[in-house]
């Protein structure tokens, strides 16, 4: 059974920095388009930052130079590293995976067939 399960939400400062992880079973990371999404009450998912099957990244505008998306293959999960973490941050993060995801969908969640429950980030002073 395919599952990504993700952690290291939590409350931070502005200025800070939190790690996501996201553990995948059923699957091997290495062979699938991984990606990070958020969402906030009100508005769409978002893409943030995406690793192709060929380690190529893709982030949002808004998070370039500060969010770094990585994985780790022997324990096959994925990571997204946030520093400078800013209020307009704030939102529930959610890991994705997908085997087919088109090279200009990858910060598009409608190529993604299998989705965490998401883990909360808040950045407030």
């Known amino acids: 059974q395919v599952q990504v399960v993700e952690s290291g939400g939590g409350s931070v400062q502005p200025g800070g920095s939190l790690r996501l992880s996201c553990v995948a079973s059923?699957?091997?990371?290495?062979?699938?388009?991984m990606g990070w999404f958020r969402q906030t009450p009100g508005k769409e998912r978002e893409g943030v930052a995406a690793?192709?099957?060929?380690?190529?990244?893709t982030y949002a505008d808004s998070v370039k130079g500060r969010f770094t998306i990585s994985k780790d293959n022997a324990k096959n999960t994925l990571y997204l590293q946030m520093n400078s973490l800013r209020s307009e941050d704030t939102a529930m993060y959610y890991c994705?995976?997908?085997?087919?995801?088109?090279?200009?969908?990858?910060?598009?969640?409608?190529?993604?067939?299998?989705w965490g429950q998401g883990t909360q980030v808040t950045v407030s002073s």
């Open positions: 690793l192709s099957t060929y380690d190529t990244t």
């Open positions: 059923g699957f091997t990371i290495s062979t699938y388009t």
């Open positions: 994705a995976a997908g085997p087919w995801v088109r090279g200009g969908y990858r910060l598009r969640d409608s190529d993604y067939n299998y």
